[in-house]
């Protein structure tokens, strides 16, 4: 369309840059940024996409399952484009998952070498004291594997339960649950809040968005 038709387009708010309602004077990166005009995505192929979840409790962390369990899978289908989890949140965990078909971005991302910090808050029973959370904090031994430290807070406490913040720069399987069952806590819930720079906010549960440039940016080390 001409200049001024595709103007007035963008001003009636009918092209959409990563889901969002597109300005005039807008910039688009067309290897990661998805334009969609009426319903239609605009573009090439190889479009790269990034995209966050707040994963519920109750979803594998899985594109299927032979077992008929939800999937995270079920939460993106109306992405348009096949995108994969990076990384895991078990099946009674919650809370910020990432999704590309950026392969590339993929591996690095999960390799053992990448240091993004993930942020988790977990609820467990009773009054946590001072003593459990040095522990915590320090090295542990799970599954004869070593851990690194970990940065601990509590962010609520009473005679029922403890929120605590736990900070980790590893997700080894199940990590934060075993750290737990060792000192003898039972998590009442567990939630991944951030990795990185990326703070998964007021999004609400079963729902997913685009990042943003400057959010995948941070994820590539720029």
Known sequence: MSRRAAESEITAG?????????????????????????????????????????????YVTTMSDEMGRPC???????????????G???????????LTNDGELANMLTHPRYHKPKLYHVKVAGKVGPDTIAVLS????????????????VVSINE?????????????????????????????????IAIGEIK????RPGKWRYLT???VESLKGK
């Open 200 to 203: 998964l906010g007021d999004l």
């Open 160 to 192: 029922r339960d403890t929120v605590l913040s736990m900070e980790l720069y590893e997700g080894r399987n199940r990590q934060i649950r075993k750290m737990c069952e060792q000192l003898g806590l039972r998590v009442l819930t567990l939630r991944r």
């Open 213 to 215: 440039r400057s959010q």
């Open 14 to 58: 009918r092209i959409l840059v990563n889901g969002v309602p597109a300005s005039l004077g807008d910039k688009v990166d067309p290897d990661s940024d998805r334009v969609e005009y009426r319903g239609q995505v605009i573009g090439g192929r190889n479009r790269h996409i990034y995209i966050m979840l707040n994963k519920p409790v109750g």
């Open 88 to 98: 895991r949140l078990d099946l009674e965990s919650e809370g910020l998952l990432l």
């Open 72 to 86: 995270v899978h079920d939460l993106v289908a109306d992405v348009g484009e096949r995108v994969y989890p990076i």
């Open 138 to 153: 320090g090295p542990m031994e799970i599954d004869g594997y070593m851990t690194k430290p970990a940065k601990i807070g």
